[in-house]
């Protein structure tokens, strides 16, 4: 695998890592579904496997960035396997609304899982480590790269800021009923 076809995967695997934030992100929008603390640490794993995909895209593969990729993965799967594991007992209910019959934590670890598999993959091939010369532009050039890497970092920003909104720079409500910043604004005005 060449450094570029390795940079333009990372590049699809960052607009899928943003995909599903944007998906979290619209339904908290759309629906008025605040997320939980779990859901808030799951979506903590997505960005952070977004900084192990954006150091690739802007540094070039490395197996250090794959390991932090491979660390953020199996952190967000033991995350959402414990809420899968909390709303699996009859009677208990469940959190937000089913996409496709599954919930967003259910979601959350099969796509953890993908990326497990997919990194795992990602690091069979040897020659995508090709040392690069010094001066070969940021991103090698690849305007989809550049794409990726900025979505990924304004998903990221979006997210921490709706987090600071709800949670205000405390321990967030569990579960959440409104935007905690937001409420002690308006009482203080």
């Known amino acids: ?11 699809l695997g960052t607009l899928a890592v943003s995909l599903v934030l944007v998906l979290a992100f619209g339904y908290q929008l759309a629906l008025n579904e605040l997320p939980c ?14 900084v192990g995909l ?9 197996p250090q960035h794959y390991a932090l990729m491979l660390l953020a993965a199996l952190f967000g799967i033991s995350v959402s396997v414990r809420q899968i594991l909390l709303h699996i007992v009859p009677g208990t ?5 089913p996409v496709f019959g599954y919930h967003y ?3 959350a670890a099969i796509c953890f899982f993908l990326i497990l598999l997919g990194t795992a993959i990602m690091l069979l091939f040897d020659r995508q480590y090709q040392d690069t ?12 790269a550049k794409t990726a890497f900025f979505v990924m970092l304004g998903l990221a920003a979006l997210n921490a800021g709706s987090t600071l909104l709800e949670c205000g720079p405390g321990i967030c409500a569990d579960p959440p009923t409104s935007y905690k910043l937001i409420d002690e604004l308006d009482t203080n005005n």
């Open 37 to 50: 603390p779990l859901c808030l640490l799951q979506r903590v794993g997505f960005v952070a496997v977004g």
């Open 54 to 62: 954006g150091l690739n895209l802007l540094y070039g593969a490395r």
């Open 133 to 144: 010369t010094d001066d070969q532009p940021r991103f090698g050039g690849n305007t989809l």
């Open 105 to 107: 934590y259910t979601w």
């Open 1 to 11: 695998m060449t450094p570029e076809l390795s940079r333009t995967l990372n590049a």
């Open 93 to 97: 209910g469940h959190y937000g609304s």
